[in-house]
């Protein structure tokens, strides 16, 4: 008896630590589509350029050039993803979504435009980095943490911790700054906010910056735990999709569950059922969530879409 | 103009490759048409075409290979289960709109590939099924079959966007709530076009194994939907000749751009987003507003 409830406790835990990698990138998709109604199908390419943003940083610069030791490299290497992913998201802001919102687009223009940027950077970096995968050590890959029967890597704990910490810092700007308040305002109504003399433009590639600033940091975080190529992040964006379907469209609180418990669903489906069968039982309880709940796990007072 | 262009095609490219690459066009224009139909004139957005051209091909391969069928009955059966699925899948996703029916969709690919990848016992997984054989002797003949094809299911198309239900079907993408007011049944009007683009789409598949001679899980990724949506988005979504259009040009592109190596998908990609960015209706309002400017 105790022995499961051990297994259960370890898979709740690594479960934990895997939903925490998928809510900091499924988040910044919902948060764009929160304010945007727009889906950004490159994000999770983002999360790629992240990751190689901080190989390059902890095992090319900081420990070569700088002459920082391993743990305090990787941990700089966290901010250079950051400012990548902030980076390309104000690209793709200015460069794609501004120009299509000028033009009035549909919804469905955006998302074709950003397959297209997906397609792009995936081979973009594919010619520059080479199909072979990376293999990006995080020193704390090394560590074992042990909690009596319980076992985690010193990595997982610090997905824990910096997703937990990115979670916070956003929860903070939304509820406590002037730009997270007038961020709420145009995802609840863009021509009003824009009309009590909200900066709606700005906003936007606010939003977008953020988001994608959380998919680079993301991407930091999964490299040392996944094989490391051109193709990584782009094996997340569905299932990253399907989190934010399942947490309900825009909708924070519920990405955050949701992410979460695909998290630990996946960590019981490799127990008991197989590593071959996660994407089947993801999806089909995606598929169930839409024939049951259309409006995802907290249901939002929104008459449109469904 | 154009058939005669079709039908010399073969001759003005001879090597084996190249006519290799006229069969996956004709194959291309037929998944084009096919998505077309239901999210250039339905106005719903599918994300999960590539399910459909897969059941196609496993479908009417596992018949032939495995049970001994005729290609031609294979072929119907195929058709019919592919439109069958879309039908179930169409109960339920009509009832969502925009993005949810979009990821809904997008989802159903991925676990139909899912399903081809894990049901080993049926379709042997992703060790794939080898050795099959196209229904017809050389690529030349299998380019006129399939091209014929295509160009029936263009006249059948087209007519039908013509005839009441195609006015039916553009009501309910322009504004499905005033067209239900006007006592269309959107649902059902919805759900018939979602399973027509489903079985066209596994007729497409039914040629694409003896074509490839392997059948993988690979061939039907979910980048394969997106790939049939950059053809109807690129060429014209909603015309009749835009996705044909498209199909033909994002089939030719990639392989004009080979000499590029490997900045090939790159260009394609970047190709996609300005398109998108600067020829809203595609490549077909592009020219006719390029026609209405020259033309005093």
Known sequence: MTDLLTLVVQQSVNGVYLGCLYVMVALGLTLIYGVLNQINFAHADFVTVGAFAAFFTATRFATKALGIPDTGAYLLSLFSALGAGALLGWLVSAAVFAPLRRSGADELRPLIATIGVSVLLENGQLALFGPIPYQFDSPLARETIRLGPIFFSGQSALVVAVSAAAIAALYAFMRFTFLGKALRAVAQDRETAGLMGINENLVIALTIVIASALAGVAGALLGPVVVLTPFTGASLIVKAFAIVIIGGFGNMEGTIIAGLLVGIIEAFTVQYLGSGLIDLVVFAMLLAMLVVRPTGLIAERKEENV | ?296
Not at chain 2, 88 to 98: C, D, I, P, S, V
Not at chain 2, 126 to 133: A, C, D, F, M, N
Not at chain 2, 160 to 186: K, Q
Request: proline residues 4%; hydrophobic residues 60%; charged residues 10%.
């Open chain 2, 1 to 296: 103009m154009s058939l005669l262009l079709v039908a010399a095609a073969p001759w003005l490219l001879t090597t084996g490759y190249w006519r290799g690459i006229l069969v996956l066009c004709a194959m291309n224009v037929l998944l084009a048409l096919s998505l077309n139909l239901v999210m250039g004139y339905t106005g719903q957005l599918n994300l999960g075409q590539s399910a459909f051209f897969g059941i196609g091909a496993y479908v009417s391969t596992i018949l032939i290979k495995s049970h001994g069928w005729n290609f031609w009955l294979a072929a119907l059966a195929a058709i019919l289960a592919s439109g069958f699925v879309g039908l179930a899948l169409a109960a339920f996703a009509t009832r969502l709109k925009g993005h949810y029916l979009a990821i809904a969709s997008l989802g159903f690919a991925v676990i139909t590939y899912q399903v081809l990848i894990n049901w080993e016992s049926v379709t042997q997984g992703v060790r794939g099924i080898y050795g099959i054989l196209p229904p017809v002797p050389n690529t030349v003949a299998l380019f006129y079959l399939v091209a014929g094809i295509a160009a029936a299911v263009y006249l059948l198309l087209d007519n039908l966007v013509r005839s009441p239900v195609g006015d039916t079907l553009r009501a309910i993408r322009e504004d499905e709530i005033s067209a239900a007011s006007l006592g269309v049944n959107a649902a059902i009007w919805k759900a018939f076009a979602f399973g027509l683009g489903a079985a066209i789409a596994g007729l497409a598949g039914v040629f694409y194994p003896g074509f490839v001679g392997t059948l993988v899980p690979d061939a039907f990724g979910i980048i394969e939907s997106f790939t049939m949506m950059a053809m109807v988005i690129v060429g014209g979504m909603g015309t009749m000749i835009g996705p044909v259009i498209g199909a033909v040009v994002l089939t030719f592109l990639p392989e004009l751009l080979r000499g590029f190596g490997e900045l090939r998908l790159m260009i394609y990609g970047l190709a996609l987003t300005l398109v998108v960015l600067f020829m809203p209706g595609g490549i077909v309002q592009a020219w006719m507003s390029v026609r209405h400017k020259t033309r005093p």
